[in-house]
Nanobody, 124 residues
């Protein structure tokens, strides 16, 4: 089983930036596609961004395109989400997820492993 740990969340002012990290416990993580999802209180978990195992393919939620960038360093078993120009609507718990396939996917039910989440709060 792959264990995932998110970090880097916090409180930031609108227009600011945060960089989230997702660290995996096993080297096999390098062959898995990884996604970032978020969930606000009372709302469904939603897709934010995803990346293929080799970083050759990425996908983003429309509202974060041009503001967020997903990347990975397979040698370090780590995936990142750089978030710029943050808005109050970005406030949520952010989760890292991995699937035992190399192709990125936007549906949370297609992912096999999940982290504990990290809180991102954007003030106005």
């Amino acid at each position: 089983q792959v264990q995932l740990v998110e970090s880097g969340g916090g409180l930031v002012q609108a227009g600011g930036s945060l960089r989230l990290s997702c660290a995996a416990s096993e080297r096999s993580f390098s062959s898995y596609a990884v996604g970032w999802f978020r969930q606000a209180p009372g709302k469904e978990r939603e897709f934010v961004a995803a990346i293929s195992w080799s970083s050759t393919d990425t996908a983003y939620k429309d509202s974060v395109k041009g503001r967020f960038t997903i990347s990975r360093d397979n040698a370090k078993n780590t995936v990142f989400l750089q978030m710029n120009s943050l808005r109050p609507e970005d406030t949520a718990v952010y989760y890292c997820a991995a699937r035992r396939y190399g192709i990125a996917h936007i549906s949370p039910d297609q992912y096999d492993y999940w982290g504990q989440g990290t809180q991102v709060t954007v003030s106005s």
